[in-house]
């Protein structure tokens, strides 16, 4: 069983560049469970899951109304099993 912290550690892996040290301050990141009812992702995985709030790669955060970044986590294997728009925004 993947732990939160685990899985924060996993979605900074994934998201994060040699170039972006700064993103790798695991205070951009929540795990957020269970998933908010306000985010609408597409094809849900159906497997157990831990949710990971984010940040964008582009150095645009809070400048622009978007959408917030998720990353699913498997909860058994640690795989990332989505990554992407939690289609929350306005």
């Known amino acids: 069983m993947i732990s939160k912290q685990e899985a924060i550690q996993i979605a900074i892996d994934a998201c994060v560049n040699a170039s972006e040290k700064a993103l790798r301050n695991s205070e951009y990141y929540r795990c957020l469970d269970p998933i908010p009812g306000s ?4 094809n849900m ?10 940040p964008w790669e582009d150095g ?3 400048k622009m109304l978007r959408s917030s970044r998720v990353i699913l986590i498997s909860k058994e294997s640690g795989k990332v099993l989505y990554d992407g728009s939690a289609n929350d925004e306005g």
């Open 60 to 62: 645009l955060e809070g």
């Open 45 to 54: 995985p159906t497997e157990p899951s831990w949710c990971i709030y984010a």
């Open 39 to 42: 985010y609408s992702i597409y």
